[in-house]
C-alpha cells in the first residue's frame, strides 16, 4: 500500500473524553495532517459539519451524555451534511460494537477498536482513503443524486477491484431503488443472498417487495431481519410502514412503541409515532412523542418548526376532551416559546400557533385570553404578518367567545 | 438489593477494567515517544506495553467467551478478501512476534475470500498467536485455504506440538491455554451455512512440524 499524504485532508475529531482526543489529535498531526478540527460533543460536530466540509471524519461512538456517534451519523448522513466522497471512522469499544453493527442503513466507512496504536490507527485510515479514491466516481455520482451514473460507475469499480465487489452491489441495489426499479433490484439483493448473507442484502430485498407492493413478502423479510439482529431497530420503522398500507393503525403504533423502548432517541421515529398516534384520536400518546420529539430537536439536524407545531396541535388535542393539566399547561407554554423564540417569521406558522393556543384556552374557559389572542391573529393578518383564519375556524372561536 | 447474575458482574468489571488499559496504553504511548530511541528503558517500555496489549487483547477474549456462553452475541458476518484479513492480523501481532524474536508471517492464495465475523476472528487469531508465541522455536505461520465448504484459517507454529502440551495439562499455571480452545471452538461453532457448523481441530503442522491450530468456518458455495 502507498504511504497516503494526508496533508491536503481536513479532519474532524469528535471525542468528549479529553485524553484520548489529545492522543488521537496528536496521532493525526504526526501522520501529516495539517487541518485538525475538534468537537467533543455531537451539537458542536454538526455545527462544524455545517460550516465547513471534511475530508475524514473520526467519531467516538461514546460521546457522553447527548447523542451517540452513531445517531450523529444518522443524522449528517440522511440530511446529507457529509458528502458521500468523505471518509467516517468510527471509534468504538468492544462493548458498543452490537449497538453500532445493528444500524444497517447508516454504516461509517470502517470501524477501529480502542485501544488502538498510531500505527493502526495510520494503516486503517490510509485503506479506507485508498478505497474511497476508489469508489471516487461513485460517490460524487451519489452525492449529486445521479443514480445511473452511480450504476454504471459501481460496475466498472467491481471489474477493475473484484474485493469491492460487496459495496458495489449494495451501491447498484440502492440505486436501484431510488430509479424505481424494483425488480431489477430485488434480483440483484437476490443474487447477493444466493452466495453470502449480508444484513444489507436481507434489507434491500425487503425494501424490493415493500415498494412492488408485496407486504406480506416484505413483512416476512423484515421480520426475518429482526429475528436476526435484535439490534437493527429500522426494521420495526419499515414494518410500521407495512402496517399503515394494511390500513391497521394500531398495529403500527405498537410497533413503534416498542421500536423506540429499544432506541428512544431516534428523533424521526418519535414523529412518526406522534403522526399515526395523532390519526387514530390518540393525542395522549402523540403527545408523549412530540414532547421526546421536541426535546431530541433541539441538538438535531431535524429541528424544524413541524416538531414543535405538532406538540401544540396534539396538546390541543387532548384540550378538546378535557381541559389541560398544569404540568401540560407548562409543556405547552415552554414549546409555544421556542417557535416564538425561532420560528416565528413564517405565517403559516403564526396561523397554525395562534389556532392551538386559542383551542387550548377555550378549552380551559378562559376566552377572554383566547378572544385576545384571536384579534392578535386578526391584526397580524392585516400587516401580512400571519394566514387568515379560515371561516370555520372564525365561525368557531367566535360561537365559543359569544357563548 | 436484587441478586445478579456472578457472569454479568464479572464481566462488566472485565470491561471497566479494560478500559483502564486502554488509558495505560495511551499514556504509555506518551513516554515511548519522550524517551529516545538509544535510551536502555526503551526494551522495558516495549516489554510493558507489549504485556499490556496482550492483556487488553485477553481481556477482549473473554468479553466474547461471556457473549457467546451466554448466548448474548449476534453474528456479524461481512464477506473479506483473506489476503487483507490476513495482512492485519499480521501487522497488529508483529511487535509481540518480534519482542520475543519470533519470525510472524501469513499464506494464502491472493484471490481467495471468506465470510465470516471479522472481529470474532481476529479474536481468535489473536488468541491462537499469542498461544503459538508461548511455544514455537523460531517462527509462526497464519495460513487460509479453502476446503470444500469450508474456509481454514491455521495458526501454525515450529515448538514441540499439541502432543506435548497435552501431557503437561497438569500444570495448573498452564491452564489458560484450555480457555482459548474453548473459546476458538464456541466462536467457530457461532458460525453456521446451511445447518453446518463451524468447528476446530488440533493437528500437526505439515510445514514447521510444531502445533497447528485450525479453525474451520463453513462457506455458502458460490456459483
Not at chain 1, 101 to 119: H, L, N, R, V
Not at chain 2, 168 to 182: I, K, R
Amino acid at each position: 500500500m502507498a504511504q497516503q499524504d494526508f496533508s491536503k485532508k481536513k479532519a474532524l475529531l469528535i471525542e468528549d473524553m479529553a485524553e484520548a482526543r489529545i492522543m488521537q489529535r496528536k496521532m493525526l498531526t504526526d501522520f501529516g495532517f495539517t487541518s485538525i478540527d475538534i468537537a467533543m460533543k455531537a451539537e458542536t460536530a454538526i455545527d462544524l459539519l455545517r460550516s465547513r466540509s471534511f475530508d475524514v471524519i473520526l467519531s467516538d461512538y461514546n460521546l457522553g451524555n447527548g447523542k451517540d456517534g452513531q445517531q450523529l451519523l444518522e443524522e449528517v448522513r440522511h440530511s446529507r451534511l457529509i458528502p458521500h466522497t468523505a471518509t467516517y471512522l468510527m471509534v468504538t469499544a468492544e462493548t458498543s460494537i452490537e449497538m453500532v453493527m445493528g444500524a444497517i442503513e447508516y454504516q461509517p466507512d470502517g470501524y477501529i477498536t480502542k485501544p488502538f496504536s498510531q500505527a493502526v490507527l495510520q494503516r486503517r485510515l490510509g485503506k479506507l482513503l485508498e478505497t474511497k479514491e476508489r469508489l471516487y466516481k461513485v460517490n460524487v455520482a451519489l452525492d449529486s443524486n445521479n443514480f445511473e451514473e452511480a450504476i454504471s460507475a459501481a460496475k466498472q469499480v467491481m471489474e477493475k477491484y473484484p474485493s469491492l465487489i460487496g459495496k458495489c452491489e449494495r451501491v447498484i441495489g440502492e440505486s436501484l431503488l431510488e430509479i424505481k426499479e424494483y425488480k431489477k433490484a430485488l434480483s440483484l439483493f437476490n443474487k447477493t443472498l444466493k452466495s453470502r448473507k449480508m444484513p444489507w442484502a436481507l434489507f434491500g430485498k425487503a425494501k424490493s417487495y415493500f415498494y412492488m407492493g408485496e407486504l406480506e413478502k416484505a413483512e416476512k423479510n423484515f421480520r426475518q431481519l429482526m429475528l436476526d439482529n435484535r439490534f437493527f431497530v429500522s426494521a420495526y420503522d419499515w414494518l410500521a410502514k407495512i402496517q399503515i398500507a394494511q390500513d391497521k393503525p394500531e398495529e403500527a403504533q405498537a410497533t413503534l412503541v416498542e421500536a423506540i423502548g429499544r432506541s428512544p432517541k431516534n428523533i424521526l421515529r418519535q414523529m412518526e409515532l406522534g403522526k399515526i398516534s395523532l390519526s387514530m384520536n390518540d393525542p395522549l400518546t402523540a403527545e408523549m412523542a412530540y414532547r421526546r420529539a421536541v426535546f431530541l430537536a433541539k441538538y438535531s439536524c431535524y429541528n424544524t418548526a413541524e416538531v414543535y407545531l405538532k406538540h401544540l396541535e396534539s396538546l390541543a388535542r387532548i384540550s378538546d376532551s378535557e381541559s389541560l393539566l398544569p404540568r401540560q399547561k407548562d409543556n405547552f407554554d415552554s414549546t409555544l416559546k421556542k417557535i416564538h423564540e425561532s420560528f416565528f417569521d413564517d405565517p403559516d406558522i403564526k396561523a397554525k400557533t395562534y389556532s392551538y393556543e386559542i383551542d387550548v384556552y377555550i378549552a380551559g374557559k378562559d376566552p377572554l385570553t383566547a378572544k385576545q389572542i384571536f384579534e392578535a391573529w386578526l391584526s397580524e393578518v392585516q400587516s401580512g404578518g400571519a394566514t387568515a383564519p379560515t371561516k370555520e375556524q372564525s365561525a368557531l372561536y367566535n360561537k365559543a367567545f359569544g357563548g | 438489593m436484587k441478586k445478579m447474575n456472578i457472569s454479568t458482574i464479572l464481566a462488566s468489571a472485565i470491561h471497566e477494567s479494560k478500559n483502564q488499559v486502554g488509558t495505560l496504553l495511551y499514556q504509555l504511548q506518551g513516554l515511548k515517544e519522550s524517551t529516545g530511541s538509544n535510551d536502555p528503558n526503551q526494551n522495558k517500555i516495549v516489554l510493558i506495553e507489549e504485556s499490556l496489549k496482550k492483556l487488553n487483547d485477553e481481556w477482549v477474549e473473554y468479553l466474547y467467551l461471556y457473549r457467546l456462553a451466554s448466548d448474548g452475541y449476534n453474528l456479524h458476518v461481512d464477506t473479506f478478501l483473506i489476503d487483507e484479513f490476513l495482512d492485519d492480523q499480521v501487522f497488529a501481532l508483529q511487535p509481540s512476534a518480534t519482542a520475543k524474536k519470533l519470525q510472524l508471517d501469513y499464506a494464502c492464495d491472493t484471490s481467495l475470500t471468506g465470510t465470516f465475523d471479522e472481529r470474532l476472528m481476529t479474536a481468535v487469531v489473536g488468541t491462537a498467536v499469542y498461544n503459538a508465541l508461548r511455544f514455537a522455536e523460531s517462527r509462526i505461520i497464519i495460513r487460509a485455504e479453502q476446503e470444500e465448504a469450508f474456509l481454514v484459517i491455521s495458526i501454525e507454529d515450529d515448538g514441540k506440538g499439541f502432543m506435548l502440551e497435552d501431557d503437561q495439562a497438569d500444570d495448573l499455571f498452564e491452564a489458560n491455554t484450555g480457555l482459548g480452545l474453548y473459546f476458538a471452538e464456541l466462536s467457530a461453532s457461532a458460525h453456521v451455512v446451511n445447518n453446518l457448523s463451524g468447528f476446530i481441530k488440533k493437528d500437526t503442522s505439515i510445514a514447521l512440524g510444531g502445533a497447528s491450530l485450525k479453525v474451520y468456518l463453513p462457506q455458502s458455495i458460490k456459483d
